[in-house]
């Protein structure tokens, strides 16, 4: 299985709109983080996960890709790689 850049070591925190869809990136090679840009398709291993917003909050959105509750940030970036 393909394994995604670690885009980051940290979350990404992001101002979202409730009832808005946003479509995090996956594989890390957006150059727009946490959102993908398209970037995936040159590979074509990845796929953008939707998120859609319930509330108007600042959410944080993984940037190491591990997470266990993608596309939410769950503490995985704190283990060792
Ligand atoms: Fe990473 Fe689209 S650019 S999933
Ligand atoms: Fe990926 Fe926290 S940044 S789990």
């Known amino acids: 299985m393909a394994t995604p850049v670690r885009a980051s070591d940290t979350p990404f925190a992001a101002a979202v709109e409730q009832g808005k869809d946003y479509w995090w990136c996956s594989c890390g090679q957006s150059k727009n983080q946490p959102f993908c840009d398209g ?3 040159t590979e074509g291993a990845f796929t953008p996960v939707k998120y859609t917003a319930a509330d108007s909050a ?5 940037g ?3 997470s266990g509750n993608k596309p939410l940030c769950d503490g995985s970036h704190k283990q060792a790689v």
């Open 39 to 41: 970037s995936h398709k």
């Open 58 to 62: 600042t959410v944080y959105f993984c």
């Open 64 to 66: 190491c890709k591990a």
